[in-house]
């Protein structure tokens, strides 16, 4: 029973119904979401906030990295550089050879992250906070987070470096921050289509797509390929934009950092938490969070 229901949602998921099954899901979470209002009700954003948060409802996303605190910056760059160096010092991970490697996995799984650890920490800051909640209206739910390491296979593109979208939600936001220069398309730059674009082409029950399946929906000079050098952020309404990347030529890599937000509640079953507390949580923390 619970598969044949995973299985109808996951079609729902690609169909204009989808936003009726929000609706509907945050009827019986009435409570939760007048707390998530009344929190952040009390935030004043600054107009710098204001206006990359209209731009980002305009286009489906926008460049944040002035917006970050830089020290936490710093210090995500730091700790992605040793999970980095761990990863590749292990021949296991130098052997398989995959798109790309997550390097977070074990440690989020076993609840190794906590709230003050750099790569939950830095989703959590109150500039990323400012944001999302303008996008939102709401606090909105922190879901996960990746630190991915992207290598060139010699393979046809497939999986991530396909066109899709993210189907876990019905308004995906992503954080995403380059932890290497990527400033040519041999580095396997995160390109997508903006919102307007992309809306054209807007459902499909095909989870990816090549370059020749999309162009018979939109045009590909279209596409906007993110260029820039490492530490650059940017945020990107996933489950709006058709976007791909990890299109790296040989002898290229790419690290990078990426969060995960979505409002709640989640529509798919809760997974356990996995990010350990350390006391000090703010309340906005914890509503991020999922608790109470």
């Known amino acids: 029973m619970a598969t044949t229901l995973q299985r109808i949602r996951w079609n ?13 899901s945050r009827i019986g979470n009435r409570r939760d979401i007048l707390d998530r209002k009344r929190l952040a009700a009390a935030l004043s954003p600054d107009p710098t906030t204001i206006a990359a948060a209209k731009r980002f409802e305009r286009e489906g996303y926008v460049e944040v990295t002035e917006l970050l605190d830089p020290a936490l ?3 995500l760059a730091v700790a992605s550089e040793k999970k980095n160096s761990e990863a590749q010092a292990q021949a296991s991970e130098m052997s398989n050879k995959t798109i790309w490697k997550s390097l977070l996995e074990q440690d989020f799984l076993a609840g190794r992250l906590a709230t003050d650890d750099p790569f939950v920490g830095f989703a959590m800051q109150p500039a990323v906070i400012a944001v999302l909640v303008e996008i939102y209206g709401e606090i909105p739910r922190f879901d996960s987070v990746l630190l991915t390491r992207s290598i060139y296979d010699g393979k046809p593109p497939s999986y991530s470096q396909l066109w899709h979208r993210d189907y876990d939600d019905t308004k995906v936001v992503k954080l995403f921050v380059y932890l290497t220069d990527v400033v040519e398309r041999a580095d396997g730059p995160f390109t997508f289509f903006p919102g307007p674009a992309s809306d054209r082409a807007r459902y499909s029950r095909r989870s990816h797509r090549t370059d020749q399946a999309l162009a018979t929906k939109i045009d590909l000079s279209e596409a906007r390929s993110i260029t820039s050098p490492r530490l650059s952020a940017f945020l990107v309404e996933t489950s709006r934009c058709l976007h791909m990347g990890s299109r790296l030529d040989e002898g290229h ?4 950092y990426t969060a995960t937000f979505f409002a709640a509640p989640r529509l798919y079953p809760e997974p356990a938490l996995r990010i350990s507390l350390t006391g000090r949580e703010s309340a906005i923390e914890r509503s991020m969070l999922g608790l109470d």
């Open 253 to 256: 890599e790419r690290l990078m």
């Open 73 to 75: 910056l710093q210090r």
């Open 12 to 24: 729902l998921m690609r169909t204009p119904l989808a936003p009726v099954l929000k609706a509907a």
